[in-house]
């Protein structure tokens, strides 16, 4: 076999391993990229539509906006999302494709003063309150008096 033989095998041999490399690196990655928190299907939890909220009418910085999403463990842009719908909704406009969840949070909120709904939010964040759902009446965070 001559030299010219030889290199054009362990060329071969090279690329072949690159690529079971990459196969290897796609598999151990899950795919997802780095830093994503959240699936776009995944469902969102009662306590951060809460916060959303409270980042909106309090008229949130983009410092606290990003602190708020990292500790719930949402992505920046979901955050945002939300807290626009929020928006939306505070101004009594119409809001498509808004879920129960969301508009049980506000119909829940809506009427809480500022100060009010920043307890309820410091609450969950200290992790004072139990999960809770839409429908959990047993877990409602009530109103301070």
Same mark, same amino acid.
């Given at each position: $076999?001559?030299?010219?033989? %030889?290199?054009? @095998? %362990?060329?071969?041999?090279?690329?072949?391993?690159?690529?079971?490399?990459?196969?290897? +690196?796609?598999?151990?990655?899950?795919?997802?990229?780095?830093? @994503? !928190?959240?699936?776009?299907?995944? @469902?969102?939890?009662?306590?951060?539509? @809460?916060?959303?909220?409270?980042?909106?009418?309090?008229?949130?910085?983009?410092?606290? !906006?990003?602190?708020?999403?990292?500790?719930? /463990?949402?992505?920046?842009?979901?955050?945002? !999302?939300? $807290?626009? #719908?929020?928006?939306?909704?505070?101004?009594?406009?119409?809001?498509?494709?808004?879920?129960?969840? !969301? /508009?049980?949070?506000?119909?829940?909120?809506?009427?809480?003063?500022?100060?009010?709904? /920043?307890?309820?939010? #410091?609450? #969950?964040?200290?992790?004072?309150? /139990?999960?809770?759902?839409? +429908?959990?009446?047993?877990?409602?965070?009530?109103?301070?008096?």
């Amino acid at each position: $076999m001559s030299f010219a033989d %030889e290199l054009k @095998v %362990e060329k071969a041999k090279m690329l072949a391993q690159k690529e079971e490399e990459k196969k290897r +690196t796609k598999k151990s990655s899950g795919g997802g990229k780095k830093g @994503v !928190t959240r699936s776009r299907n995944s @469902v969102w939890k009662f306590e951060d539509e @809460v916060i959303a909220m409270y980042l909106e009418l309090s008229g949130g910085s983009k410092f606290l !906006t990003e602190n708020y999403s990292r500790k719930r /463990q949402v992505s920046l842009r979901a955050m945002q !999302t939300r $807290m626009a #719908i929020f928006g939306d909704l505070h101004k009594s406009k119409k809001v498509k494709d808004l879920d129960e969840q !969301t /508009q049980s949070v506000y119909d829940k909120y809506k009427d809480f003063e500022l100060p009010e709904l /920043q307890k309820v939010v #410091i609450s #969950i964040l200290r992790g004072e309150n /139990q999960p809770m759902t839409a +429908t959990d009446d047993s877990a409602v965070i009530r109103k301070p008096e």
